[in-house]
């Protein structure tokens, strides 16, 4: 059993565990806002241009466009965000597994990770890594979406891939969040509409190529706010249990010391009593 100097010791290094978990917590907190107020803004701008390009796509001119037309598919790329560190529960399972269930084993799979959690994971499934990015800090995922956005924009038009996927996970609230697969590239269309009265400078096709990668940027931005705000809240909701675990367990280990000190005390009082009790009969043995 162990003695009340080694439960002494776990209670001090719990709590040592606990300032930092309360500490991690107070910074995931603060993140969860910031990116939050980031995810608002985004979504709106989004949801704008998903329309426009949605619409665009009803047009007989776009049907032909490469970023419109379906191709046979011969080879489809993967763009998988998860994060960079643990610690947040579920969270990089959840969108590994659900990218991983998606891929279809007939087809060549080429994937872009975003996150070092997610270069793990296919890496050790033994997939076909084309590109990984890790450590973006929150200043640079604007541009660095838009910089992934171009690349994408030249690794599709060179033929590389015949259809692309994002694979993220979608922010409801500090307590829900769902990992999705949805087809980015080749966008999808409507039912044909006439072009009516609407011109498009200096013609629909020019239209299109200026205005889909810019589309494709916010739609990167966008599943990167995303994921990045259930990370947050993963991991804040994680740092909260685990709080709540290392309170329990300071607790437990404190009772636990508290009646091995009131044996030790008890054993001393009754060694105490036993020895007066020794000394008084060996005193009346003298007399």
Not at 27 to 54: C, D, F, W
Not at 257 to 282: C, M, W
């Amino acid at each position: 059993m162990s003695s009340m100097r080694d439960i002494k010791q776990r209670i001090e290094n719990v709590r040592s565990v606990e300032q930092i978990i309360k500490a991690m917590d107070m910074v995931a907190s603060t993140k969860l806002v910031k990116i939050r107020a980031q995810l608002e803004g985004v979504r709106p701008i989004y949801r704008e241009l998903k329309r426009v390009a949605e619409e665009v796509g009803g047009l007989e001119g776009a049907k032909e466009h490469p970023f419109y037309k379906e191709r046979e598919v011969k080879n489809s790329l993967y763009i998988v965000f998860t994060s960079d560190r643990g610690l947040a529960g579920s969270y990089n399972a959840n969108i590994t597994a659900k990218a991983l269930e998606h891929m279809n084993q007939e087809k060549k799979e080429k994937i872009i990770t975003v996150g070092s959690k997610g270069y793990e994971f296919f890496k050790r499934k033994g997939k076909n890594i084309v590109q990984s990015v890790v450590d973006v800090i929150d200043s640079q995922v604007y541009y660095g979406s838009e910089s992934l956005a171009k690349w994408l924009v030249d690794y599709y038009m060179k033929g590389e891939a015949d259809e692309v996927f994002i694979a993220y996970t979608h922010f409801m609230s500090v307590l829900n969040y769902v990992p999705v697969v949805v087809k980015l590239l080749p966008l999808p269309t409507k039912d044909t509409v006439s072009d009516d009265e609407r011109k498009y400078e200096p013609d629909l096709e020019s239209y299109i190529d200026h205005m889909i990668p810019l589309y494709l940027h916010m739609k990167l931005f966008r599943a990167f706010s995303e994921s990045h705000t259930s990370e947050q809240a993963a991991r804040m909701v994680n740092m909260d249990a685990a709080g709540k675990n290392a309170s329990e367990i300071i607790e437990d280990l404190t009772h636990l010391y508290n009646r091995k000190r009131q044996t030790a005390i008890t054993q001393e009082l009754n060694e105490i009593v036993g020895s007066v009790n020794i000394l008084n009969k060996g005193g009346l043995d003298d007399s």
